[in-house]
């Protein structure tokens, strides 16, 4: 009985993870808006019912692929080493992930046209702005649980200071995926992920005059 449940979840993630990639496929491709449900159903070799069964909406499939897309800072510095700063551990991952050229970083390849299918997408920008609010909400409660109750307030000014900083850089890095050669692109994205987080780290100090 328990192997049968297992290659029944097994058979229904393989499942949800065919459509998603189906999806994905069609939006770069037409855009979001101009694909719908049925259109994904069609290429995927499923039901419009089925589809509506693993995703409730649409903008739900684009973002399926949520740990590539969002990464868990809120994780990173709740099991970050002893010793570590929250923002020491959020800095060496931003640097990894970009010399990586991780799919959510904006430096991989295809995430120019990522970015055009959602920066072209109202439904989509909203969502993503969801999706980064929540990360940004789970580093501040991480954040404040390390300190007194009443540093919640400091707690979210911190998180919301990391997590639009890296948005800044990630939409930097997609700006230049359209005006700068591969490699000069991580080199680029290194250094200023490092000016800013220094900025972060130091303060304004002189710069504010």
Request: charged letters at 20%.
């Amino acid at each position: 009985m328990q192997q049968s449940l297992t290659l029944r979840q097994s058979k229904k993630a393989q499942t949800r993870l065919h459509i998603a990639r189906v999806a994905h496929s069609l939006f770069q491709n037409h855009g979001f808006e101009a694909v719908s449900i049925v259109d994904i159903a069609n290429e995927a070799g499923v039901s419009k019912m089925t589809v509506f069964n693993y995703f409730p909406a649409k903008e739900d499939i684009f973002f399926f692929l949520g740990d590539r897309l969002f990464p868990d800072f809120a994780k990173l510095v709740a099991e970050r080493v002893a010793g570590d700063t929250p923002l020491d551990t959020i800095h060496r991952y931003v640097l990894e992930q970009f010399s990586a050229q991780a799919e959510w970083t904006g430096l991989h390849r295809g995430g120019e046209t990522f970015g055009v299918v959602i920066a072209q997408s109202p439904v989509l920008m909203n969502a993503l702005k969801r999706h980064w609010q929540v990360n940004q909400n789970k580093l501040a409660e991480v954040l404040a649980g390390e300190q007194q109750a009443s540093a919640l307030f400091m707690a979210r000014v911190m998180a919301a200071q990391i997590v639009t900083t890296i948005q800044v850089l990630i939409d930097e890095n997609r700006r230049q995926s359209l005006e700068l050669p591969e490699k000069e692109r991580v080199t680029h994205a290194v250094t200023l992920t490092n000016q800013a987080f220094s900025l972060l780290r130091d303060g304004w100090g002189s710069r504010a005059r």
